[in-house]
């Protein structure tokens, strides 16, 4: 899996710990009671900070940071940093030790999962392999999404724009669809659209105008969506009613989640020196 986050060390935590391990046995008798406790805690040490680790083994705060820096690690900072790589990778999960879920809670994971479950199992199915193929051979895309969803289609613009080039968030009410006057008739343009209920009639509205224009469009809405089907087969229904308060965004965001991992490694030359060059631009701008 390719590292995704500008703040990434390109250090691995297992080569840290691995360090940690092999050199235990000759560090100061403080940095040693610090690097047993780090080794023995790792899955709930994204938790801790250096002062809470110091309190818990005795320790100076300052000498937590010592002994990182010893095996070539920044800090806390860096460590954090670490941690977020490899379980974000990994998919392992963090959690407090001892913690367990009431029955009303349980129940809601079930939901939830089973809405997962539901994105999963169109994976291998032709709307889904006709999304990812038009989302990567289109020379532009656009994606958008209105009311609740607008967000949601603003991250995944920038996330897909990381995976490939000239991806535009299109907000139709603030330009009034400039971007669509005299189309290119030598590119191919594909609308990816996010939509959920109470729909939004703009977003049919935007589907039949870029079919009009020759453009190809992917949606990716819930499990009531009555129109979609109707203008595209490129259709993902991630189902949405799970009991929440409003209705569950969780398979949505996996869904588009998917796509955008399918885009990237569709890209002839990988996901890789996109990110590297993000990565490089990221560090410039000194925001990580």
Known sequence: MSQGFASYSEVSLDD???????GLAALPKQEAKIAQYLL???DTMSFETGKSISQKTGTAEITVGRMLRRFGCAGMKEFKSLLRQRYSISGEVLRHKGDDLSPAWRDQLALEMRAL???????DGAAFKAAERRLSDADEVYVTGFQTVRGLAEDSARRLGLARSHVRFLSAHDSMLSEWI????????????????????????????????GRSVV???????????????????????????????????AALALLIHSVAN??????TPRLREWKRMSQRLKLF
């Open 16 to 22: 840290l710990l691995s360090k940690i391990e092999a």
């Open 40 to 42: 023995l805690n790792v």
């Open 117 to 123: 479950q539901s994105v999963y199992d169109q994976l």
């Open 182 to 213: 005299e189309p290119a008739r030598d590119k191919t343009s594909c609308l990816l659209l996010i939509d959920v209920v109470p729909y939004a009639a703009e977003c049919q509205t935007l589907a039949a105008l870029a079919k009009e224009q």
């Open 219 to 253: 949606v990716v809405t819930d499990e009531y969506c009555h129109w979609a089907h109707e203008v595209t087969d490129a259709v993902l229904n991630a189902p949405s009613a799970t009991g929440l308060f409003l209705e569950s965004i969780l398979g949505l965001n």
């Open 266 to 271: 569709r890209q002839a030359a990988g996901p």
